[in-house]
């Protein structure tokens, strides 16, 4: 299937885009170029490749969830510029 021109506008008419007569025929161009490579694409062998959801392998980086002994309050709270006895105070940022 060949891009024509008449598909050029039609695109640049739904994206809003205006072009030149030779913009139009540079992308006329470069979508039939485009096109012809993906037929290239289409004779490879694909009968024993599995479908891919990402080209390469992912693997959780993430660490083990442990769970071990918290930091003190008092500890937590030690540095900090203004607190209660177990709450950190912060200035307010939200209004109603």
Known sequence: MAVTINDVEHIAKLAKLNFTEDEKS????????????????????????????????????LREDIVKESLPTDDALKNAPSHTEQFFKVPKVIDR
């Open 26 to 61: 540079d992308f006329t161009r470069q979508f039939n170029e485009i096109l012809s490579f993906m037929e290239k694409l289409n004779e490879l062998d694909t009968t024993n490749v599995e479908p891919l959801s990402h080209v390469i392998e992912l693997r959780n980086v």
